[in-house]
């Protein structure tokens, strides 16, 4: 069964910090790369790290620096270590391999990208 549950957002004071955690069913954590994403109003879904099974990362330009990925391969899951918050980190961040899993749906009768709800980052004083 697939499966992405973030959590860990909340609302923090620009230059606070959070952290992250996915929990990710096996099938996707144990043999992808996987990312954090994040889609702020308005503006698409960005992908802003991703970490490969042996730990190789890779940022945003917007993040580095400020922003961790790692990866627990014991328990499945992903953490985003952010500091050094700005009101622009504003959005609602996803955790999901990279590219995005696909899993086919009913209502739409093709694969698409499979997406959890996601966890809410408000940044502001």
């Known amino acids: 069964q697939v499966q992405l549950v973030e959590s860990g957002g909340g609302l923090v004071q620009p230059g606070g910090s959070l952290r992250l955690s996915c929990a990710a069913s096996?099938?996707?954590?144990?043999?992808?790369?996987m990312g954090w994403y994040r889609q702020a109003p308005g503006k698409q879904r960005e992908l802003i790290a991703t970490?490969?099974?042996?730990?190789?990362?890779v940022y945003a330009d917007s993040v580095k620096g400020r922003f961790t990925i790692s990866r627990d391969s014991a328990k499945n899951t992903l953490y985003l270590q952010m500091n050094s918050l700005k009101p622009e980190d504003t959005a609602v961040y996803y955790c999901?391999?990279?590219?995005?899993?696909?899993?086919?749906?009913?209502?739409?009768?093709?694969?698409?990208?499979?997406w959890g709800r996601g966890t809410q980052v408000t940044v502001s004083s």
């Open positions: 999901n391999a990279d590219p995005p899993i696909k899993t086919y749906s009913n209502v739409l009768q093709r694969r698409r990208d499979y």
């Open positions: 096996g099938s996707i954590f144990s043999n992808n790369r």
């Open positions: 970490i490969t099974t042996g730990t190789t990362t």
